[in-house]
């Protein structure tokens, strides 16, 4: 999934692994023990969840801007810093999308429509990171496929998203996107080595067996 190194061949892990927990509700934010269709404690689902978007997600690409916020260039800016953190974390990807939206309308909700709609799914999208900031609340979020999720500390990720909140509170595109995306290179770089060292506290089947 990540690599340390550019002499350490990255590793990549299946969807499968590390799913025991770290799964969500994103309505309700109750934890799913099983992937389901619907939330077993609320019911809330994707079906549900599209009657509110009636309208087709966009393409799922690092900067994602329909109203154009965001000022001319900024896609160039974050090519560095982009390129770095796919090449640490090949596994996964990242995007940001930014809109004006009705007041009445959930932008987890939205976060969680676009992740799950938008074209071109494949398995990459378990392993995709969309952060969704919302002008009309001056609100940002965070949603992943279920593959990462178990990789993320909510909390870290949190701090995170509050400093690039308060870049862009003050126009700051730039800075705030650029320290996002080194904070996600060194999260999910953290994530890796607890990954690896859980992966190598596992007894192999072979070596249990008496």
Not at 183 to 204: G, N, S, Y
């Amino acid at each position: 999934m990540f690599e340390t190194s550019p002499s350490t061949s990255p590793r990549k892990y299946s969807v499968e692994s590390f799913s025991d927990g770290g799964m969500f509700c994103p309505h309700c934010k109750k934890e799913l023990r099983d992937q389901a269709a619907s939330c077993p404690t609320c019911t809330f689902s994707l079906q549900k969840c599209s009657l509110a978007f009636p309208f087709s997600a966009p393409p799922l690409q690092l900067l994602i801007d329909p109203s154009g916020l965001l000022p001319p260039g900024t896609s160039r800016r974050l090519q560095k810093a982009y390129r770095r953190l796919r090449r640490r974390v090949p596994q996964v990807d990242i995007s940001f999308c930014f809109v004006w939206l009705q007041p009445d309308v959930s932008l987890e909700n939205f976060a969680f429509w676009m992740h799950n709609t938008a074209p071109d799914t494949d398995s990459q999208r378990a392993w995709q990171l969309l952060v969704v900031g919302d002008r009309t609340s001056g609100q940002l979020t965070m949603t992943s496929g279920y593959a990462l999720e178990p990789f993320l500390k909510l909390e870290l990720w949190e701090a995170a998203l509050q400093e690039l909140a308060a870049c862009l509170s003050d126009e700051q595109w730039k800075e705030g996107l650029n320290g996002f995306l080194v904070d996600a290179r060194v999260l999910l770089t953290a994530a890796w080595h607890e990954a690896e060292q859980l992966r190598l506290r596992i007894p192999h089947p072979r070596s249990s067996a008496s």
